[in-house]
């Protein structure tokens, strides 16, 4: 488990740049401002949720794989692929009943770091 978040933080990272770097160079001249920024969006979460999984692998492997920290991150990544997904599908097909699974990534990133700060509770 350690090994797959720390990769997966490293590849949804690695993505998050690409992606950024997609919108500032090929996005920008050919969507609307408002949903460049929709994108971004996506792009921002992704990336802060990649250094999520990153620091759940390293929290596993100082304190030992907890149920906890397993599923947050697996919560993350399944918010990183529903929420910033959605962003990226809604912007780039203008299909705006995308919108609508948004907020299913949000919850999961909310429980992720929900069961992170149990995980910390728990520690001795």
């Known amino acids: 488990m350690i090994r797959s978040f ?4 490293g590849l949804f990272g690695f993505l998050a740049v690409a992606l950024g770097a997609f919108a500032a160079h090929a996005l920008k001249q050919r969507i609307p401002a408002d949903q460049l920024d929709v994108f ?3 792009v921002h979460y992704q990336a802060t949720h990649g250094l999520a999984l990153l620091l759940v692998g390293v929290l596993a492997g100082v304190f030992g794989t907890s149920g906890l920290l397993v599923w947050a991150g697996w919560l993350f990544v399944m918010g990183i692929v529903l929420f910033s997904g959605s962003l990226y599908a809604l912007t780039l ?3 705006r009943a995308l919108g609508a699974i948004t907020p299913l990534g949000g919850l999961c990133f909310l429980a992720g770091w929900l069961l992170v700060i149990l995980a910390a509770l728990r520690i001795r």
Not at 6 to 9: E, H, K, S, T, V
Request: hydrophobic content about 30%; glycine content about 40%.
């Open 40 to 42: 971004q969006t996506g």
């Open 6 to 9: 720390i990769g997966l933080g």
């Open 93 to 95: 097909s203008g299909v």
